[in-house]
């Protein structure tokens, strides 16, 4: 004899009595299994969607990130001019300071980032990581000098050891930096693109003794 309970077919045999309070708690039952399943599909949907929002939102910070940024600028150069100089260098040093800074800007202007270990970003821990980065360079460009110096100085290549040269070098770098900064913000509210300039850090002297250095360098090996 087929009935319906809370919109459930039930079919009972001839001679079994229903028992109806038993029907209705498998009833409720199952609309409460529904139910979960329902809000279990939406809450786990919804963990996908803030793992993935996390993933898009974390910054994965390269110990290369500068150097390949400075290294892209000094290759257009050379393509351009065929060559370049520590002049250049400075400037693709101070450019590319500009650029990365710039993209922190952007990056948490109104949105969330993250650590690789999930927790939150600041736009502060990643300006301090960039002038780390920057000062690794500069010491990695002086050092590159000064061994270069003592080398050619060494085998007698050049006349004088140039070290005031270089230790002028280092302040070259830092004033690339404040002035490709200052650019950047004048860039900014003008909304035009960064662009390498031409700009001159300290005196010619000393690039054309570091220019010297690396052609020598070069020719050694």
């Not at 990643?126 to 920057?134: A, K, P, S, V």
């Not at 460009?141 to 005031?164: H, V």
């Not at 302040?171 to 860039?187: I, V």
């Not at 010297?212 to 090996?221: D, I």
């Amino acid at each position: 004899m087929p009935i319906s309970i809370l919109n459930y077919p039930v079919h009972l045999q001839e001679g079994l009595k229903l028992n109806r309070e038993c029907v209705k708690s498998q009833g409720s039952q199952n609309e409460d299994r529904k139910v979960f399943h329902r809000d279990s599909l939406e809450v786990s949907k919804l963990n996908r969607e803030i793992i993935t929002d996390k993933i898009k939102h974390t910054v994965m910070q390269s110990a290369t990130s500068f150097r390949d940024m400075r290294a892209g600028i000094l290759k257009e150069v050379r393509e351009e001019k065929g060559q370049y100089g520590y002049s250049d260098v400075v400037n693709a040093c101070g450019l590319s300071y500009a650029r990365l800074y710039s993209e922190i800007e952007l990056r948490h202007g109104n949105e969330q980032y993250y650590k690789t270990d999930g927790t939150p970003l600041t736009k502060e821990e990643e300006i301090e990581w960039l002038d780390m980065q920057y000062g690794q360079e500069v010491e990695w460009q002086t050092s590159r000098a000064r061994i270069a110096e003592q080398g050619q100085a060494f085998q007698g290549n050049i006349p004088e050891t140039p070290t005031k040269e270089i230790e002028k070098l280092e302040d070259a770098f830092y004033q690339a930096r404040d002035a490709y900064m200052k650019l950047y913000h004048e860039s900014k509210q003008d909304e035009k693109p960064l662009a390498l300039q031409n700009f001159v850090f300290g005196k010619s002297r000393m690039y054309e003794m570091l220019d010297r250095l690396g052609n020598l360098q070069e020719r050694v090996k």
